[in-house]
């Protein structure tokens, strides 16, 4: 049995940036990195935009020349699942039979597309957007000629989708089912906005619609509605979140229930296992101290940071803003804070000239901001949210008033 002084779980950003993070933290052990993927650790945010259009190669979105891994003595083992964890043994298991033990395990495993779960959801031509080989189909499906796409899922990623798929010609059907677009992440301004903006680009959007099943022999033919309504199509993109993947360390023991539950510096119950990015549900500043899992490259990137000063010895806790972008047709949105929780929003600026703000509150205090097409506001915003600045809404709504000079 091989034994490494770090063992890292997932080659996606968390992954990565905690092999980067501790060899610039000085870190001298032996690193060695375990991916079910097979490819080298890569950006997955590309997968829904600028790849999918085919605007950006493979190779512009590795997170690193394959090179850099072996220049910083970074071991990488690819297309190997872990399926065990053995905590007190201090080693992990491999679908493969092989058996890696560890001086310190960091758990990086991200999460699993959530699959559809109705009659046909296996038929051909149904597809996740999670990794390159989701996207490779769904490219391969395009260039076949399917040309009528059914998008289940008005959050970002399905948002996203929808963009591309439009930009390359193709009929977009979009299925949520609440009430408005991105309901778990945006207030109501910027549902109404991406809603309006989708509409505009002809994507036909269908709100309170739910899935009841797919149809077609052996690949599917169409989306059979909960109104009894079929919208026929070639192919399908379930943008409907993930489930994390916790499954061998919740089994070894690990305290979770969503994801794995976390300390300040990112440790599990488990000795010796850290957990950060998508899987770990931690106790965010940002969110009162709630427990939450957050799914960006923000928190994947500063909990591997925060992971690595832990190892080298240097232990802080995590308390860095969350932030995040999507973009859709000529459309960046870039938000800082989170929304969640709030009890009031003000309207900087008019959705109809596609730049402007919106702003979270909470008690008086500003929590959150989401920009479209407005950088200055975003930069200027993250400060007012990490201060928790206490503003009058009137003064907030003034597009004349630089946000910077209201701190
Ligand atoms: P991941 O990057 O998903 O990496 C987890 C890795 O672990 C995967 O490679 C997986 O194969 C591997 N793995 C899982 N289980 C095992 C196992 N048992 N054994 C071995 N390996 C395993 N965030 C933003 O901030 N902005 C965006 O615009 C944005 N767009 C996105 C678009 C798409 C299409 C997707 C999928 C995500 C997007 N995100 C975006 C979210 C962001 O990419 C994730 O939050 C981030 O990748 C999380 O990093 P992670 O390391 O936790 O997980």
Same mark, same amino acid.
């Given at each position: 049995?091989?034994?490494?002084?770090?063992?890292?779980?997932?080659?996606?950003?968390?992954?990565?940036?905690?092999?980067?993070?501790?060899?610039?933290? !000085?870190?001298?052990?032996?690193?060695?990195?375990?991916?079910?993927?097979?490819?080298?650790? +890569? /950006?997955?945010?590309?997968?829904?935009? @600028?790849?999918?259009?085919?605007?950006?190669?493979?190779?512009?979105?590795?997170?690193?020349?394959?090179?850099?891994?072996?220049? #910083?003595? *970074?071991?990488?083992?690819?297309?190997?699942?872990?399926?065990?964890?053995?905590?007190?043994?201090?080693?992990?298991?491999?679908?493969?039979?092989?058996?890696?033990?560890?001086?310190?395990?960091?758990?990086?495993?991200?999460?699993?597309?959530?699959?559809?779960?109705?009659?046909?959801?296996?038929?051909?031509?149904?597809?996740?957007?999670?990794? #390159?080989?989701?996207?490779?189909?769904?490219?391969?499906?395009? /260039?076949? !000629?399917? %040309?009528?796409?059914?998008?289940?899922?008005?959050?970002?990623?399905?948002? /996203?989708?929808?963009?591309?798929?439009? %930009?390359?010609?193709?009929?977009?059907?979009?299925?949520?089912?609440?009430?408005?677009?991105?309901?778990?992440?945006?207030?109501?301004?910027?549902?109404?906005?991406?809603?309006?903006?989708?509409?505009?680009?002809? *994507?036909?959007?269908?709100?309170?619609? #739910?899935?009841?099943?797919?149809?077609?022999?052996?690949?599917?033919?169409? $989306?059979?509605?909960?109104?009894?309504?079929?919208?026929?199509?070639?192919?399908?993109?379930?943008?409907? !979140?993930?489930?994390?993947?916790?499954?061998?360390?919740?089994?070894?023991?690990?305290? !979770?229930?969503?994801?794995?539950? *976390?300390?300040?510096?990112?440790?599990?119950?488990?000795?010796?296992?850290?957990?950060?990015?998508?899987?770990?549900?931690?106790?965010?500043?940002?969110?009162?101290?709630?427990?939450?899992?957050?799914?960006?490259?923000?928190?994947?990137?500063?909990?591997?940071?925060?992971?690595?000063?832990?190892?080298?010895?240097?232990?802080?806790?995590?308390?860095?803003?969350?932030?995040?972008?999507?973009?859709?047709?000529?459309?960046?949105?870039?938000?800082?804070?989170?929304?969640?929780?709030?009890?009031?929003? $003000?309207?900087?600026?008019?959705?109809?000239?596609?730049?402007?703000?919106?702003? +979270?509150? #909470?008690?008086?205090?500003?929590?959150?901001?989401?920009?479209?097409?407005?950088? %200055?506001?975003?930069?200027?915003?993250?400060?007012?949210?990490?201060?928790?600045?206490?503003?009058?809404?009137?003064?907030?709504?003034?597009? @004349?008033?630089?946000?910077?000079?209201?701190?």
């Amino acid at each position: 049995m091989t034994a490494f002084d770090v063992v890292i779980v997932g080659t996606g950003h968390g992954g990565a940036q905690a092999a980067i993070a501790l060899r610039q933290c !000085g870190f001298e052990g032996s690193i060695q990195m375990i991916g079910r993927d097979s490819q080298p650790p +890569y /950006e997955r945010p590309p997968l829904s935009k @600028e790849y999918l259009a085919g605007d950006k190669p493979f190779e512009r979105i590795m997170i690193r020349p394959e090179q850099f891994w072996a220049d #910083k003595q *970074v071991g990488l083992s690819l297309g190997q699942s872990v399926t065990r964890v053995d905590a007190e043994a201090r080693e992990v298991h491999l679908a493969s039979g092989e058996r890696v033990g560890y001086g310190r395990l960091i758990w990086a495993a991200g999460g699993d597309a959530r699959r559809l779960d109705c009659p046909g959801s296996h038929l051909d031509g149904v597809h996740a957007v999670r990794d #390159k080989r989701d996207v490779d189909a769904l490219m391969a499906d395009l /260039e076949g !000629g399917a %040309k009528r796409f059914v998008v289940v899922g008005g959050g970002y990623i399905g948002l /996203e989708a929808a963009a591309v798929l439009r %930009k390359l010609g193709c009929e977009v059907t979009v299925i949520e089912a609440m009430d408005r677009l991105l309901p778990r992440v945006a207030g109501e301004d910027l549902s109404t906005f991406f809603a309006d903006e989708h509409r505009r680009q002809g *994507v036909d959007i269908r709100l309170s619609a #739910k899935v009841e099943r797919l149809e077609g022999q052996d690949r599917v033919t169409g $989306v059979v509605l909960d109104n009894g309504e079929t919208i026929a199509c070639d192919a399908v993109v379930a943008g409907i !979140g993930i489930v994390p993947s916790v499954g061998p360390l919740i089994a070894a023991g690990a305290a !979770g229930a969503n994801g794995v539950d *976390v300390s300040y510096t990112c440790h599990t119950s488990l000795e010796k296992v850290y957990a950060i990015g998508d899987c770990a549900a931690h106790a965010n500043p940002y969110a009162d101290g709630a427990v939450i899992r957050l799914e960006s490259v923000q928190n994947a990137h500063d909990m591997a940071t925060t992971v690595a000063r832990a190892i080298c010895g240097d232990p802080q806790p995590y308390d860095a803003l969350p932030w995040f972008w999507s973009n859709q047709y000529d459309i960046k949105l870039q938000t800082a804070g989170l929304s969640m929780g709030h009890d009031a929003t $003000v309207l900087r600026g008019d959705p109809a000239e596609r730049s402007f703000s919106v702003i +979270y509150l #909470k008690d008086g205090r500003v929590i959150a901001v989401d920009a479209v097409n407005k950088t %200055k506001d975003y930069v200027q915003g993250r400060k007012l949210v990490e201060a928790r600045a206490e503003i009058e809404p009137e003064l907030l709504a003034d597009t @004349e008033t630089p946000l910077k000079e209201m701190l």
